[in-house]
């Protein structure tokens, strides 16, 4: 099967970085989407990599390592409004569905 | 900016009733999905639907769940007959073309309850 690993939870203060990672085992992927979702909300789209490496989208980036099995989602000059669960999720090579990552909820501090 | 719309956003129903989940994906995209997420929990995919055909279902999409476009701009979700452990949010979802890099997008939800 394939599964996508995320720690459960990440606090940080207002202004700061922080780095959520993703580990995950699966056969064959287009790629590694990460989406965030405030309480209530709907997954909205944030970043996509394609290939190895970073892809910047203003404060946020997002890193793959195939070879690793491995991404992570960097949030730079942190905001209160940043605070929600953030997925992983790949692409099924052989198919079209999403499969999420178990999820990182992200709690911003004054 | 299009986006992906869904009725109701909440709805109660009593276990054994007949659920009609209503999406109205994004105009000009051409495959739709539904997703699940039981509270506290990661999105699960349940169905794929393109070309007035499920493409793919997940094993949580038993005989009692079936999907529908009736018509060239909704998308349905039918439960036949709920369940307490379907109680959840459900979420629409339609892109474009998955073989490209577009990304899926997302309706808001709808929340069922089933007492």
């Known amino acids: 099967g394939q599964s996508l690993e995320q720690p459960s939870e990440v606090t940080a203060v207002e202004g700061a970085i922080v780095q959520i990672n993703c580990t995950y085992q699966?056969?064959?992927?287009?790629?590694l989407s990460w989406y965030q979702q405030h309480d209530g909300g709907a997954p909205t789209f944030l970043s996509y990599?394609?290939?190895?490496g970073l892809e910047e989208t203003g404060r946020f980036s997002s890193f793959l390592s195939r070879s690793d099995s491995y991404g992570y989602l960097l949030l730079q000059e942190l905001q209160m409004k940043d605070s929600a669960s953030y997925f992983c999720a790949v692409r099924d090579k052989n198919t079209d569905k999403l499969i999420f990552g178990t999820g990182t909820r992200l709690q911003v501090f004054p | 900016e299009p986006e992906v719309t869904q009725t109701p956003s909440h709805q109660v129903t009593q276990m054994g009733q007949e659920v009609i989940l209503r999406c109205v994906p994004i105009s000009n995209h051409l495959y739709f999905y539904w997703y699940r997420q039981i509270l506290g929990q990661k999105v699960e995919f349940l169905v794929s639907f393109y070309n007035n055909e499920i493409s793919e279902k997940s094993e949580i999409f038993d005989d009692q769940f079936s999907v529908e476009r009736p018509d060239g701009s909704n998308f349905t979700l039918k439960i036949r007959s709920t369940k307490l452990e379907d109680s959840a949010m459900y979420f629409c979802?339609?892109?474009?073309?998955?073989?490209?890099?577009?990304?899926?997008?997302f309706g808001p939800g709808t929340r069922l309850l089933v007492l």
């Open positions: 990599n394609a290939l190895d």
């Open positions: 699966t056969s064959g992927f287009y790629g």
């Open positions: 979802a339609s892109s474009r073309d998955p073989q490209t890099m577009e990304t899926q997008y």
